[in-house]
């Protein structure tokens, strides 16, 4: 099993920055990506940002493209999304993913961290 403890939601003004950290205990030597997901109310969770294992392979949502980074620690147990620019739109629960080598859902997920964006 892994768990996933994400840290660093609030609330920020438009135009500002926040920065999510997500960390990973557990079997992680199983895990093969870890990334950020979110759920506004009303609305489908989404895909935000995905970082595989060794960082060759990022992937964003195209409403965060140049807004947000996905960064990853050496280990690869602790992931990071620093968002800038932030609109009221991003305002949604944010929950950190992690999915193990060969598998093609998310296997776990964390929490969850509210960030609400004011307009």
């Known amino acids: 099993q892994v768990q996933l403890v994400e840290s660093g939601g609030g609330l920020v003004q438009a135009g500002g920055s926040l920065r999510l950290s997500c960390a990973a205990s557990?079997?992680?030597?199983?895990?093969?990506?870890m990334g950020w997901f979110r759920q506004a109310p009303g609305k489908e969770r989404e895909s935000v940002a995905l970082?595989?294992?060794?960082?060759?392979?990022?992937t964003y949502a195209d409403s965060v493209k140049g807004r947000f980074t996905i960064s990853a620690d050496n280990a690869k147990t602790t992931v990071y999304l620093q968002m800038n620019s932030l609109k009221p739109e991003d305002t949604a629960v944010y929950y950190c993913a992690a999915r193990e080598r060969g598998s093609a859902e998310v296997d776990y997920w964390g929490q969850g961290t509210q960030v609400t964006v004011s307009s």
């Open positions: 557990g079997r992680t030597f199983f895990i093969y990506t």
């Open positions: 970082i595989n294992r060794s960082g060759s392979t990022i």
